[in-house]
T-cell receptor, first 110, second 114 residues
Framework: RKEVEQDPGPFNVPEGATVAFNCTYS??????FFWYRQDCRKEPKLLMS???SGNEDGRFTAQLNRASQYISLLIRDSKLSDSATYLC???????????FGAGTRLTVKP | NAGVTQTPKFRILKIGQSMTLQCAQD?????MYWYRQDPGMGLKLIYY???????DKGEVPNGYNVSRSTTEDFPLRLELAAPSQTSVYFC?????????????FGEGSRLTVL
């Protein structure tokens, strides 16, 4: 079983739609979580950290549910430029390791 | 600032050959990492370093070696290349422990072993 699992998609949505991705993690020792964005054939870039209380950055909202061990990312009012692969990441303070999910691919269409 | 620079961007190796992937960062970050990304798989940590002279194994270290003689450079050595090492390799750096900060990635090195 992968330590961080995501629905690979693809999610195909029209501009302006709201889309949500979920991610589950199996290691209960994971303590910090992030969403990274990766454009096709490019390097990953940090989109946002995920805090226990939930956090928002413009059109993006991240949620963490420790009891159920899942993380979510909500994108409102999707733009064409949001088309990318979104990587869920969990980290453990006990070692310097971040575990990446395989990513969820999003395509926003006109 | 250039950020994290990786070379080469592309390389084809024959089975059994060796090579070094170069990585340099100009952000004065203490922490540096090497990941590999295979299709449909998440990034997997090969090796990491918390400062000059200190390196440690990640999740998939077999077949690789690293060194960290300076803060800026963190080369990854592939000995006796195998087809299973065909992948995209990303070097990354961070100011502090990875769990508390942002990872800055290089553009990646695409390696094919035939």
């Amino acid at each position: 079983r992968k330590e961080v699992e995501q629905d690979p998609g693809p999610f195909n949505v029209p501009e302006g739609a709201t889309v949500a991705f979920n991610c589950t993690y199996s290691n209960s020792a994971s303590q910090s979580f992030f969403w990274y964005r990766q454009d096709c054939r490019k390097e990953p870039k940090l989109l946002m950290s995920v805090y226990s209380s939930g956090n928002e950055d413009g059109r993006f909202t991240a949620q963490l549910n420790r009891a159920s061990q899942y993380i979510s990312l909500l994108i409102r009012d999707s733009k064409l430029s949001d088309s990318a692969t979104y990587l869920c990441v969990g980290g453990n303070y006990n070692n310097n390791d971040m575990r990446f999910g395989a990513g969820t691919r999003l395509t926003v269409k006109p | 600032n250039a950020g994290v620079t990786q070379t080469p961007k592309f390389r084809i190796l024959k089975i059994g050959q060796s090579m070094t992937l170069q990585c340099a960062q100009d952000m004065n970050h203490n922490y540096m990492y090497w990941y590999r990304q295979d299709p449909g798989m998440g990034l997997k940590l090969i090796y990491y370093s918390v400062g000059a002279g200190i390196t440690d194994k990640g999740e998939v270290p077999n077949g690789y070696n690293v060194s960290r003689s300076t803060t800026e450079d963190f080369p990854l050595r592939l000995e006796l290349a195998a087809p299973s090492q065909t992948s995209v390799y990303f070097c990354a750096s961070s100011y502090g422990r990875v769990q508390t900060g942002e990872l800055f990635f290089g553009e990646g090195s695409r390696l094919t072993v035939l």
